[in-house]
């Protein structure tokens, strides 16, 4: 893998599923280089491939895997938070209601199922149970009713 010099490394994140895979982020906006390096290793880094994809706006801050399914994947960059169901072949917008800014850190709640968000400039977000993104597959994005399951109980007495 070929990178040009002034970039940083600014994630690295080991597999919770395989121990030769591993995914980095790489920032070189300080030295004007907008470009998205994100990438996954699964040979304890001799090969890299390429994770970036044209839906993802901004440079790459920081990579998660998902604790419980292996292609679950958070990615924050300096124009919004991106989720992949698919291993990072494909990535969509985090939206509902967040604004296109930097999310800088990205954990995965081992015990609550939910992803906390440390953005620049507007501070925390948490998405709450995040069992329903671990269940979609192919499958059931091609069904025409599916429904997950989660962590919430409702009671109606």
């Known amino acids: 893998m070929f990178l040009p010099k002034g970039l940083w490394v600014t994630s690295v994140e080991p597999s919770h599923f395989d121990k030769n895979t591993a ?3 790489i ?12 990438f996954k290793t ?7 491939k390429s994770l970036a994809t044209e839906t993802i706006e901004g440079y790459a801050h920081v ?3 998902d604790l419980k399914s292996e292609n679950l994947l958070f990615l924050g960059t300096e124009r919004g938070f991106y989720i992949s169901v698919d291993g990072g072949v494909s990535w969509k917008r985090f ?6 800014n930097g999310v800088r850190a990205v954990v995965v709640h081992p015990r609550e199922d939910a ?3 440390g953005t620049h400039g507007r501070g925390i977000y948490i998405i709450d149970d995040i069992t329903p993104l671990r ?8 069904s025409k ?13």
Do not use: A, C
Not at 95 to 100: A, D, F, H, L, T
Not at 145 to 157: A, D, V
């Open 27 to 38: 920032d070189g906006h300080k030295s004007g280089d907008l470009g998205k390096y994100i």
């Open 145 to 157: 009713l599916h429904f997950f399951e989660t962590k919430l109980k409702i009671f109606i007495p």
């Open 95 to 100: 939206e509902n209601q967040m604004p296109k």
């Open 23 to 25: 995914y980095v982020t």
């Open 115 to 117: 992803v906390i968000l």
């Open 135 to 142: 269940q979609i597959t192919k499958d059931v994005v091609k």
């Open 42 to 48: 699964t040979d304890l880094g001799r090969t890299w």
């Open 63 to 65: 990579i998660r895997e």
